[in-house]
């Protein structure tokens, strides 16, 4: 008789993604199988420390869940979700799958919202993708009104899904280049995660380089083509020393800062991550 422990199926699913380098196999294991159960990982733990057992039809349906991210395909595609800081966000094909690091990144906007004399600040997220930063600044900052754009009509419509609801939040789909021109002068903080990587720089991770969007991935040549669009656009919507904010590659923070210091925006400065990469640079309007 087969052996239908819990414990001994996560084991055996880890191993599978451990096989094939998926870089946390054990995690995905649990959080697979809390999917399937529909549990949190804690309790997953907690049911493999108890001994439980798992039925037939769980069984079948993990192998099913751990053969899709034994072929790379992103866990949070599977799950359907992906947590963002307080958020559990909708994901799937054609939207950018939210990062960690970027919950840091938002941490920049959400203190000049907090910090900003106006008694109903604006916020503008240009390039939203799944709302993720948006939802961030209008659930943590509810007294700021903010305002995402999305151009890809697929991300435009997981992010309609997530901030569905959400009264002090507005998103449109638009070119990050020419949202809401209604705006001009007025922001408080402009924050954009753009499509940074350069043309032919492929990235390594399999969940990254086929599953998502080209269009969140590329900025040109040198990866910051977009980042020139933000820094004159970011110029018309933000109020005198109204703060950008713009993630970026480990190595981009010298020459974001020069781009944006020959715009004529004062004080570039670049900020690591929780792993001591430089990952954000930060402007204030003159």
Do not use: C, K
Not at 108 to 125: K, N, R
Not at 178 to 198: H, K, M, Q
Not at 231 to 241: E, H, I, K, T
């Amino acid at each position: 008789m087969s052996d239908t422990s819990l414990a001994a199926v996560v084991r055996t699913a880890a191993q599978r993604l451990a096989d094939v380098g998926v870089p946390d196999p054990l995690v995905d294991a649990e959080l697979l199988a809390g999917h399937i159960l529909g549990r949190r990982r804690g309790e997953v733990q907690a049911a493999i420390v108890r001994g439980d057992g798992i039925d037939d039809a769980a069984v079948s349906a993990l192998d099913e869940a751990v053969t899709r991210r034994a072929a790379r395909e992103p866990l949070q595609h599977i799950t359907g979700t992906a947590p963002f800081r307080h958020l559990e966000l909708a994901v799937g094909p054609g939207v950018f799958v939210p990062r960690p690091e970027t919950e840091t990144v938002v941490q920049y906007a959400i203190d000049a919202l907090l910090s900003s004399p106006e008694s109903a600040p604006f916020g503008i997220d240009l390039g939203t993708g799944s709302g993720a930063i948006a939802l961030a600044m209008a659930t943590e900052v509810p007294h700021a009104r903010i305002f995402a754009a999305e151009l890809s009509e697929d991300a435009h419509a997981w992010a309609s899904r997530n901030v569905a609801g959400v009264e002090n939040l507005t998103l449109v789909l638009s070119d990050l280049g020419e949202a809401f021109p209604e705006l001009d002068g007025t922001a408080s903080v402009v924050i954009s995660n753009p499509p940074y990587v350069p043309d032919a720089a492929i990235p390594r991770d399999p969940e990254v380089r086929l599953f998502d969007p080209a269009m969140a991935l590329y900025g040109g040549e040198d990866g910051l083509d977009i980042v020139r669009v933000l820094s004159s656009r970011a110029l018309r919507l933000l109020r005198p020393g109204g703060l950008l904010v713009i993630e970026h590659g480990e190595l981009q923070g010298e020459s974001i800062r020069d781009l944006l210091a020959a715009d004529g925006w004062r004080a570039p400065a670049t900020h690591r991550d929780l792993t001591l990469r430089d990952r954000t640079t930060t402007a204030l309007r003159p």
